[in-house]
Nanobody
Framework: QVQLVESGGGLVQAGGSLRLSCAAS??????????VSWYRQAPGKQREMVAV????????NYADSVKGRFTISRDNAKNTAYLQMNSLKPEETAIYYC?????WGQGTQGTVSS
Protein backbone atom coordinates (compact mmCIF):
# COMPACT_ATOMS: atom_id res chain seq x y z
CA GLN A 1 0.00 0.00 0.00
CA VAL A 2 1.05 3.56 -0.60
CA GLN A 3 -0.02 6.38 1.68
CA LEU A 4 -0.53 9.82 0.19
CA VAL A 5 -0.62 13.14 2.04
CA GLU A 6 -1.57 16.35 0.26
CA SER A 7 -0.55 19.79 1.46
CA GLY A 8 -0.27 23.34 0.21
CA GLY A 9 -3.89 24.34 0.10
CA GLY A 10 -5.10 27.63 1.45
CA LEU A 11 -6.98 30.82 0.74
CA VAL A 12 -6.03 32.99 -2.22
CA GLN A 13 -7.66 35.77 -4.18
CA ALA A 14 -8.84 35.26 -7.72
CA GLY A 15 -5.87 35.37 -10.05
CA GLY A 16 -3.55 34.04 -7.38
CA SER A 17 -1.53 30.86 -7.18
CA LEU A 18 -1.20 27.77 -5.02
CA ARG A 19 1.32 24.97 -5.16
CA LEU A 20 0.06 21.65 -3.91
CA SER A 21 2.24 18.74 -2.86
CA CYS A 22 1.48 15.04 -2.58
CA ALA A 23 3.94 13.11 -0.45
CA ALA A 24 4.02 9.33 -0.71
CA SER A 25 5.11 6.85 1.93
CA UNK A 26 4.77 3.15 2.56
CA UNK A 27 5.32 1.16 -0.63
CA UNK A 28 7.03 3.95 -2.53
CA UNK A 29 7.61 1.70 -5.52
CA UNK A 30 3.91 1.89 -6.21
CA UNK A 31 4.29 5.65 -6.34
CA UNK A 32 7.45 5.63 -8.46
CA UNK A 33 6.18 3.08 -11.00
CA UNK A 34 2.74 4.50 -11.59
CA UNK A 35 1.06 7.62 -12.88
CA VAL A 36 -0.04 10.26 -10.41
CA SER A 37 -3.29 12.12 -10.86
CA TRP A 38 -4.73 15.19 -9.21
CA TYR A 39 -8.47 15.44 -8.76
CA ARG A 40 -10.71 18.04 -7.21
CA GLN A 41 -14.17 18.04 -5.75
CA ALA A 42 -16.12 21.26 -5.38
CA PRO A 43 -19.08 21.51 -2.99
CA GLY A 44 -22.09 19.71 -4.42
CA LYS A 45 -20.17 18.45 -7.45
CA GLN A 46 -18.58 15.21 -8.53
CA ARG A 47 -14.88 14.64 -8.22
CA GLU A 48 -13.11 15.50 -11.47
CA MET A 49 -9.65 14.78 -12.81
CA VAL A 50 -7.47 17.84 -13.12
CA ALA A 51 -4.10 16.53 -14.29
CA VAL A 52 -2.11 13.34 -14.65
CA UNK A 53 1.59 12.61 -15.07
CA UNK A 54 3.25 9.35 -16.06
CA UNK A 55 5.74 7.54 -13.84
CA UNK A 56 8.76 8.92 -15.67
CA UNK A 57 7.27 12.38 -16.22
CA UNK A 58 7.45 11.76 -19.95
CA UNK A 59 3.82 12.71 -20.49
CA UNK A 60 1.20 14.89 -18.85
CA ASN A 61 -2.44 15.53 -19.50
CA TYR A 62 -4.82 18.19 -18.24
CA ALA A 63 -8.50 18.91 -18.06
CA ASP A 64 -9.40 21.48 -20.70
CA SER A 65 -10.47 23.93 -18.02
CA VAL A 66 -6.97 24.15 -16.52
CA LYS A 67 -4.70 23.89 -19.56
CA GLY A 68 -2.17 26.67 -19.67
CA ARG A 69 -2.68 27.55 -16.00
CA PHE A 70 -1.88 24.37 -14.06
CA THR A 71 1.33 22.35 -14.19
CA ILE A 72 1.76 18.86 -12.78
CA SER A 73 5.20 17.55 -11.93
CA ARG A 74 6.86 14.93 -9.75
CA ASP A 75 10.16 14.18 -8.08
CA ASN A 76 10.50 10.44 -7.64
CA ALA A 77 13.67 10.87 -5.58
CA LYS A 78 11.55 12.78 -3.04
CA ASN A 79 8.45 10.59 -3.52
CA THR A 80 6.44 13.73 -4.10
CA ALA A 81 4.16 15.06 -6.79
CA TYR A 82 3.17 18.67 -7.27
CA LEU A 83 0.42 20.74 -8.80
CA GLN A 84 1.22 24.36 -9.56
CA MET A 85 -2.00 26.29 -10.00
CA ASN A 86 -1.92 29.81 -11.44
CA SER A 87 -4.59 32.32 -12.34
CA LEU A 88 -7.04 30.66 -10.02
CA LYS A 89 -10.76 31.31 -10.29
CA PRO A 90 -13.39 31.31 -7.54
CA GLU A 91 -15.15 28.34 -9.12
CA GLU A 92 -11.99 26.32 -8.57
CA THR A 93 -12.59 26.33 -4.85
CA ALA A 94 -12.47 22.63 -3.99
CA ILE A 95 -10.78 19.89 -2.08
CA TYR A 96 -7.82 18.70 -4.11
CA TYR A 97 -6.77 15.05 -3.95
CA CYS A 98 -3.89 13.06 -5.36
CA UNK A 99 -4.30 9.53 -6.56
CA UNK A 100 -1.97 6.65 -7.38
CA UNK A 101 -3.74 3.49 -8.56
CA UNK A 102 -6.29 2.81 -5.82
CA UNK A 103 -4.65 5.05 -3.24
CA TRP A 104 -6.06 8.45 -2.28
CA GLY A 105 -4.91 11.13 0.08
CA GLN A 106 -7.18 12.95 2.51
CA GLY A 107 -7.23 16.04 0.34
CA THR A 108 -6.24 19.65 0.82
CA GLN A 109 -8.67 22.55 0.69
CA GLY A 110 -8.09 25.28 -1.86
CA THR A 111 -10.30 28.34 -1.56
CA VAL A 112 -10.32 31.14 -4.12
CA SER A 113 -12.03 34.36 -3.13
CA SER A 114 -13.50 36.80 -5.64
Amino acid sequence: QVQLVESGGGLVQAGGSLRLSCAASGNIFIFRLNAVSWYRQAPGKQREMVAVITSSSSSTNYADSVKGRFTISRDNAKNTAYLQMNSLKPEETAIYYCNVRTGWGQGTQGTVSS
